[in-house]
Each structure stands twice: as structure tokens, then as C-alpha cells.
């Protein structure tokens, strides 16, 4: 058994151990992930700043490229490209400082382990 495999069971039954929901510990992001081979650890375990760029990441550029297509040509703004940018940036940012300080109140709050000590 690998190192990552040991531990990531280990992070999931402290977690089922709480009484937060499984998307919580689980969320779809991390599951695709480890379908498609990847070994990445629950978010309760990430670093803030990991946490930051991997959901402001992605919510940046799901949201922006919705925005871009769905909601900014029916407003006719005219919404440059690289306002659409800066503002899909900076909701991404609002978004994984949430998450961050989210899932950094929960670790607190259920006394989880660290990573390294799993």
C-alpha cells in the first residue's frame, strides 16, 4: 500500500468520522480527480493557499467563460475581454479565499490531523 493510498484512507474515515456531509470531504472536484489517476488530498487537508488557487482556479474560469457567454452579450455592456478577465480573476479570488477560510473553519472545528501526521 502507498503512502498516499494509506493516508488518503485514513483522512476519510477521520472525515466520515465527523458529521459533516460527504460532499463536504468529497466534493466532485476531487473525485474526478482521483478517476482520472491524480492523488490529490481531501480539501480539509490542502494548505490555504492551495485551496485559493485550485477552487478560485477553477470557479474563475467556469464562471467567466458562463459570463462571457451567456450574460455579458445580452446586457450589451460592452464588456471588453480583458475586463471579463479581471473580473472572472477577481470573483475566483472572492471564491477560494471563501472556500479557504471554509474549509479551514471546519479543520478547526473537527480537530482534524494534518496531513503529515496521518
Do not use: C
Not at 65 to 94: D, H, K, Q, R
Amino acid at each position: 500500500m502507498s503512502d498516499y493510498v494509506r493516508r488518503y484512507a485514513a483522512a476519510m474515515r477521520e472525515l466520515e468520522a465527523t458529521e459533516m456531509w460527504r460532499a463536504n470531504y468529497a466534493p466532485p472536484l476531487l473525485v474526478l480527480q482521483r478517476k482520472l489517476g491524480m492523488q490529490p488530498r481531501p480539501p480539509h487537508y490542502l494548505k490555504g493557499w492551495w485551496i485559493i488557487l485550485a477552487y478560485g482556479g477553477v470557479f474563475a474560469v467556469v464562471w467567466g467563460t458562463a459570463m462571457w457567454i451567456i450574460v455579458w452579450p445580452e446586457l450589451e455592456m460592452g464588456i471588453t475581454f480583458g475586463t471579463a478577465v479581471a473580473a472572472s480573476l477577481a470573483g475566483g479570488a472572492v471564491f477560494g479565499l471563501a472556500m479557504a477560510f471554509a474549509y479551514g473553519r471546519m479543520r478547526r472545528k473537527w480537530k482534524l490531523s494534518k496531513w503529515e501526521d496521518l
